[in-house]
Protein backbone atom coordinates (compact mmCIF):
# COMPACT_ATOMS: atom_id res chain seq x y z
CA UNK A 1 0.00 0.00 0.00
CA UNK A 2 1.75 3.29 -1.32
CA UNK A 3 2.33 5.66 2.14
CA UNK A 4 0.67 9.35 2.35
CA UNK A 5 2.19 12.61 3.67
CA UNK A 6 -0.11 15.76 4.15
CA UNK A 7 1.85 18.82 4.28
CA UNK A 8 0.86 22.30 5.64
CA UNK A 9 1.69 25.29 4.36
CA UNK A 10 3.19 23.29 1.05
CA UNK A 11 3.60 26.57 -1.41
CA UNK A 12 7.15 27.04 -0.98
CA UNK A 13 10.15 26.89 0.99
CA UNK A 14 10.44 24.37 3.73
CA UNK A 15 6.77 22.83 2.69
CA UNK A 16 7.88 22.24 -0.70
CA UNK A 17 11.16 20.75 0.06
CA UNK A 18 9.76 18.30 2.39
CA UNK A 19 7.16 17.20 -0.69
CA UNK A 20 10.19 16.69 -3.16
CA UNK A 21 12.07 14.89 -0.16
CA UNK A 22 9.00 12.51 0.05
CA UNK A 23 7.55 12.24 -3.36
CA UNK A 24 9.57 9.42 -4.17
CA UNK A 25 8.05 7.30 -1.73
CA UNK A 26 4.34 8.74 -0.89
CA UNK A 27 1.95 10.18 -2.06
CA UNK A 28 1.75 13.97 -1.25
CA UNK A 29 -1.06 15.93 0.02
CA UNK A 30 0.40 19.49 -0.06
CA UNK A 31 -2.07 22.33 1.22
CA UNK A 32 -2.55 25.90 -0.28
CA UNK A 33 -3.98 29.03 1.45
CA UNK A 34 -3.07 31.71 -1.57
CA UNK A 35 -0.31 30.64 -3.95
CA UNK A 36 -2.02 28.71 -6.27
CA UNK A 37 0.53 29.39 -8.60
CA UNK A 38 3.61 28.44 -6.26
CA UNK A 39 1.01 24.93 -5.20
CA UNK A 40 0.61 24.07 -9.24
CA UNK A 41 3.96 24.75 -10.15
CA UNK A 42 5.06 22.74 -6.88
CA UNK A 43 2.49 19.89 -8.30
CA UNK A 44 3.83 20.05 -11.86
CA UNK A 45 7.68 19.53 -10.89
CA UNK A 46 6.57 16.52 -8.91
CA UNK A 47 4.62 14.58 -11.43
CA UNK A 48 7.01 15.29 -13.97
CA UNK A 49 9.65 12.98 -12.01
CA UNK A 50 6.16 10.24 -11.33
CA UNK A 51 5.27 12.04 -7.98
CA UNK A 52 1.58 11.81 -7.16
CA UNK A 53 0.60 14.46 -5.56
CA UNK A 54 -2.76 16.60 -4.61
CA UNK A 55 -3.26 20.11 -4.05
CA UNK A 56 -5.90 21.13 -1.29
CA UNK A 57 -6.87 24.89 -0.43
CA UNK A 58 -7.75 25.85 3.08
CA UNK A 59 -7.95 28.62 5.36
CA UNK A 60 -6.18 26.70 8.92
CA UNK A 61 -6.67 30.43 10.92
CA UNK A 62 -10.19 28.79 11.79
CA UNK A 63 -11.71 25.75 13.14
CA UNK A 64 -14.08 25.08 9.84
CA UNK A 65 -11.16 26.03 7.76
CA UNK A 66 -9.58 22.80 9.60
CA UNK A 67 -12.05 21.10 9.48
CA UNK A 68 -12.93 21.84 5.81
CA UNK A 69 -9.07 20.75 5.35
CA UNK A 70 -9.69 17.52 7.17
CA UNK A 71 -13.01 16.47 5.15
CA UNK A 72 -11.12 17.54 1.81
CA UNK A 73 -8.48 14.80 2.65
CA UNK A 74 -10.45 12.24 3.55
CA UNK A 75 -12.17 12.16 0.12
CA UNK A 76 -8.91 11.45 -1.65
CA UNK A 77 -7.16 8.64 0.99
CA UNK A 78 -8.32 6.87 4.37
CA UNK A 79 -5.20 6.25 5.82
CA UNK A 80 -2.31 8.64 6.60
CA UNK A 81 1.00 7.81 7.19
CA UNK A 82 2.53 11.29 8.12
CA UNK A 83 1.20 14.96 9.22
CA UNK A 84 3.46 17.14 9.02
CA UNK A 85 2.40 20.70 10.37
CA UNK A 86 4.21 23.50 8.62
CA UNK A 87 1.29 26.42 8.32
CA UNK A 88 2.71 29.44 10.27
CA UNK A 89 4.46 32.80 10.22
CA UNK A 90 4.98 35.80 11.52
CA UNK A 91 1.92 38.08 11.07
CA UNK A 92 4.32 41.84 11.51
CA UNK A 93 7.13 42.57 13.80
CA UNK A 94 6.46 44.22 16.61
CA UNK A 95 6.98 46.09 19.76
CA UNK A 96 6.21 44.66 23.52
CA UNK A 97 4.26 48.31 23.32
CA UNK A 98 2.54 47.37 20.31
CA UNK A 99 1.15 44.29 21.46
CA UNK A 100 -2.90 43.85 21.20
CA UNK A 101 -5.22 41.22 21.69
CA UNK A 102 -5.64 41.00 17.82
CA UNK A 103 -2.71 40.21 16.86
CA UNK A 104 -1.74 37.99 19.78
CA UNK A 105 -4.68 36.42 18.39
CA UNK A 106 -3.69 35.93 14.62
CA UNK A 107 -0.41 34.74 16.06
CA UNK A 108 -1.56 31.69 17.88
CA UNK A 109 -4.65 31.28 15.21
CA UNK A 110 -2.04 30.84 12.40
CA UNK A 111 0.88 29.03 14.10
CA UNK A 112 -0.87 26.65 16.97
CA UNK A 113 -4.61 26.64 16.83
CA UNK A 114 -4.19 25.06 13.27
CA UNK A 115 -1.48 22.41 14.34
CA UNK A 116 -3.00 21.85 17.48
CA UNK A 117 -6.76 20.83 15.68
CA UNK A 118 -5.04 19.13 12.96
CA UNK A 119 -3.38 16.83 14.93
CA UNK A 120 -6.39 16.09 16.39
CA UNK A 121 -8.43 15.62 13.47
CA UNK A 122 -5.82 13.05 11.54
CA UNK A 123 -5.38 10.84 14.70
CA UNK A 124 -8.50 8.33 13.40
CA UNK A 125 -6.43 8.44 9.79
CA UNK A 126 -3.19 8.06 10.86
CA UNK A 127 -4.17 5.50 13.43
CA UNK A 128 -4.63 3.04 10.24
CA UNK A 129 -1.16 3.41 9.72
CA UNK A 130 1.53 1.03 10.56
CA UNK A 131 4.42 3.66 11.32
CA UNK A 132 2.45 6.84 11.75
CA UNK A 133 4.25 9.93 12.93
CA UNK A 134 3.01 13.51 12.93
CA UNK A 135 6.11 16.26 12.83
CA UNK A 136 5.64 20.08 13.83
CA UNK A 137 7.67 22.99 12.66
CA UNK A 138 8.31 25.77 15.27
CA UNK A 139 10.91 28.08 14.90
CA UNK A 140 14.48 28.41 16.78
CA UNK A 141 13.02 31.76 18.11
CA UNK A 142 11.46 29.53 20.66
CA UNK A 143 14.94 30.04 22.12
CA UNK A 144 16.07 33.41 21.52
CA UNK A 145 12.75 34.88 22.27
CA UNK A 146 13.20 36.49 18.92
CA UNK A 147 13.19 40.19 19.29
CA UNK A 148 10.57 41.99 17.45
CA UNK A 149 8.82 38.91 17.00
CA UNK A 150 7.80 37.60 20.38
CA UNK A 151 4.53 36.70 19.65
CA UNK A 152 5.58 34.56 16.61
CA UNK A 153 8.36 32.81 19.47
CA UNK A 154 5.43 32.29 21.87
CA UNK A 155 3.22 30.70 19.50
CA UNK A 156 5.46 28.60 18.37
CA UNK A 157 7.06 27.89 21.76
CA UNK A 158 3.49 26.70 22.98
CA UNK A 159 3.82 23.98 19.91
CA UNK A 160 7.03 22.72 21.24
CA UNK A 161 5.37 21.51 24.77
CA UNK A 162 2.15 20.75 22.82
CA UNK A 163 4.84 17.79 21.08
CA UNK A 164 6.22 16.65 24.00
CA UNK A 165 2.48 16.05 25.70
CA UNK A 166 0.87 14.55 23.04
CA UNK A 167 3.73 12.53 22.03
CA UNK A 168 3.69 11.10 25.72
CA UNK A 169 -0.05 10.75 25.15
CA UNK A 170 -0.45 9.12 22.04
CA UNK A 171 2.56 6.20 22.21
CA UNK A 172 3.25 3.49 21.29
CA UNK A 173 0.97 4.37 18.76
CA UNK A 174 1.66 7.38 17.01
CA UNK A 175 5.12 9.35 17.66
CA UNK A 176 5.14 12.77 17.74
CA UNK A 177 8.13 15.43 16.93
CA UNK A 178 9.18 18.42 15.82
CA UNK A 179 12.06 20.66 14.10
CA UNK A 180 12.81 23.80 15.28
CA UNK A 181 14.85 25.83 11.95
CA UNK A 182 17.37 28.59 12.30
CA UNK A 183 17.41 30.84 9.76
CA UNK A 184 16.55 29.37 6.79
CA UNK A 185 17.21 30.88 3.10
CA UNK A 186 13.56 31.75 1.65
CA UNK A 187 10.93 34.21 1.71
CA UNK A 188 10.09 34.13 5.14
CA UNK A 189 13.27 36.14 5.82
CA UNK A 190 12.68 38.84 3.02
CA UNK A 191 12.12 41.46 4.93
CA UNK A 192 14.74 40.86 7.39
CA UNK A 193 18.00 43.70 6.33
CA UNK A 194 21.03 41.98 4.14
CA UNK A 195 23.51 43.02 7.34
CA UNK A 196 21.35 41.79 9.90
CA UNK A 197 21.64 38.37 7.61
CA UNK A 198 25.11 38.48 7.44
CA UNK A 199 26.08 39.16 11.19
CA UNK A 200 24.01 35.92 11.50
CA UNK A 201 26.12 33.83 8.78
CA UNK A 202 28.95 35.24 10.71
CA UNK A 203 28.30 34.78 14.56
CA UNK A 204 26.88 30.62 13.39
CA UNK A 205 29.25 28.04 13.89
CA UNK A 206 28.74 26.63 10.49
CA UNK A 207 28.87 29.97 9.02
CA UNK A 208 26.04 29.83 6.42
CA UNK A 209 22.05 29.74 6.29
CA UNK A 210 20.12 27.14 6.13
CA UNK A 211 18.26 25.76 3.15
CA UNK A 212 15.04 23.99 2.74
CA UNK A 213 16.43 21.13 2.13
CA UNK A 214 18.63 20.61 5.42
CA UNK A 215 15.44 20.53 6.69
CA UNK A 216 13.87 18.42 4.84
CA UNK A 217 16.53 15.49 5.75
CA UNK A 218 15.47 16.28 9.56
CA UNK A 219 11.99 14.94 8.48
CA UNK A 220 12.64 12.62 6.65
CA UNK A 221 14.92 11.13 9.55
CA UNK A 222 11.86 11.70 11.87
CA UNK A 223 9.61 9.72 9.60
CA UNK A 224 11.91 6.74 9.22
CA UNK A 225 13.84 6.58 13.20
CA UNK A 226 10.77 4.43 14.86
CA UNK A 227 12.69 5.26 18.40
CA UNK A 228 12.33 8.87 18.13
CA UNK A 229 9.09 10.88 19.69
CA UNK A 230 8.96 13.54 21.90
CA UNK A 231 11.99 15.37 20.20
CA UNK A 232 12.36 18.97 19.26
CA UNK A 233 15.27 18.54 16.65
CA UNK A 234 17.22 22.21 16.40
CA UNK A 235 18.36 22.76 12.86
CA UNK A 236 20.40 25.99 13.17
CA UNK A 237 23.49 25.68 12.47
CA UNK A 238 24.85 25.71 15.77
CA UNK A 239 23.50 29.37 16.16
CA UNK A 240 21.85 28.08 19.58
CA UNK A 241 23.25 24.96 21.37
CA UNK A 242 21.95 23.10 23.91
Known amino acids: MEKVIVITGGSGGIGE ?144 VFTRGLANELAPKIRVNAIAPGVIETRFINDTPRERLEKLKSTTPLERLGTPYDVAQTALFLAENTFTTGETIDVNGGLFMR
Open 17 to 160: AIAKMFSPAYTVILHYHTSIENAQRIESDLTKNNGKVHLIKADLTTEEGCQQFYNSVRTIVDTVDILVNNSGGVIKRHAPREITWDLIQQHFELNTYSTMMLSSLFLPSLEKSDNPSIINITSAAIRSGAPTITLYAASKGAID
